[in-house]
């Protein structure tokens, strides 16, 4: 099923689409479907078209589209592939997308009322941007209106290594619009990646690109709806840190940008360290440990995760030590 687009233009009046394409990876997610094309169903403007990627469900999700496409205002394009994976899912998406800009959406999550209005005005707002993003919420949890999220401030980040280094949140799939041409220069998604394939991007795109951040949800992550593929693979060795070290290796970084990108990488081991210290891995938090450029990593987060790495073996010789005083 593939619907013609409608021609939409400034002047189209306040309900007019976007220069925007939606994307949906759809695998498996019959149940949540319907809620996630009503949530882009519900913004004003609408996106100019929804490309659903059925990247080999087993169930009756791809059905379900169809019968929706059939009454939705939107324009609704449903594309089938072999399972091949969300990457692959997503760069089919891209491919097919008709419009300068991407929007993912998972297809268990859903917009908040005013979300793609919000990226339009910070589109206009920040002209050089190519990566806008906001923030998500979970399930359950209190958002903006859709005014106050309109009057939500956008910030222009000259470095995106350096916002997440003071703690800021990273881009995730669902609250993203990117430039359709950006992405393509970022080489898309990795395919055949299961631990960090998302995160992978967002570092390329970190390297090139500028962003603008609004921080605030825009997006609802309904991690209830199944499971959470994320927690089981904490600790592990994210696939951008591969990358990191192949674009080091062929000064693929620009300049400005290698120093931020190098501290990101450290805050991030730094991290691994402490996550797999405190699950009691910690051989492979030393080991870990040992790999970290402490020059450039973050020196309060690299003696937290010294101390917590080395934590029993300190204890254990302060305990050695404790009854040669008393004898003293």
Not at 15 to 38: Q, Y
Not at 119 to 142: K, M
Not at 204 to 221: D, S
Request: charged content about 25%; overall charge positive; hydrophobic content about 45%.
């Amino acid at each position: 099923m593939d619907r013609t687009p409608r021609l939409c233009t400034p002047s189209a009046g306040p309900d007019r689409c976007a220069d925007l394409s939606v994307v949906i990876p759809l695998h498996d997610k019959a149940p949540f479907i319907a809620r996630t094309l009503a949530s882009i169903e519900a913004q004003r403007p609408a996106p100019a078209e929804v490309v659903v990627i059925d990247d080999g469900s087993n169930d009756e999700g791809a059905a379900l589209v169809e019968r929706i496409a059939a009454r939705s205002p939107l324009i609704i394009r449903l594309i089938r592939q072999d399972n091949r994976g969300v990457s692959a899912a997503r760069n089919a998406g891209m491919r097919a997308a008709r419009r300068d800009w991407i929007a993912f959406l998972d297809a268990d999550d859903t917009y908040l009322p005013g979300a793609l209005a919000t990226f339009e005005s910070a589109r206009r707002t920040v002209p050089g941007a190519e990566v806008i993003f906001g923030e998500v919420c979970q399930a359950g949890q209190d958002s903006l209106s859709a005014l106050e999220l309109a009057e939500a401030p956008v910030l222009f980040l000259s470095d995106y290594f350096a916002h997440l280094v003071r703690g800021g949140p990273e881009v995730t799939a669902s609250s993203v619009m990117i430039r359709r041409g950006a992405l393509i220069r970022a080489g898309g998604f990795p395919e055949g990646v299961t631990v960090g394939e998302d995160s992978d991007t967002w570092f390329r795109l970190g390297c090139e690109t500028r962003f603008a951040y609004l921080p605030a949800p825009v997006a609802r992550y309904h991690i209830e709806d199944g499971a959470s593929g994320w927690r089981a693979h904490q600790g592990e060795v994210p696939h951008w840190h591969q990358t990191f070290a192949d674009w080091i290796a062929r000064g693929r970084i620009a300049l400005p940008r290698r120093r931020s990108a190098a501290r990101f990488h450290a805050y991030s081991c730094l991290h691994a360290v402490i996550w797999q210290a405190n699950a009691g891995h910690r051989d492979l938090a030393l080991a870990r440990l040992a790999q970290v450029d402490w020059q450039v990593a973050p020196k309060a987060l690299w003696v937290k995760a010294l101390v917590i790495a080395l934590a029993p073996s300190l204890l254990r010789a302060w305990l050695r030590l404790k009854p040669r005083r008393a004898v003293r």
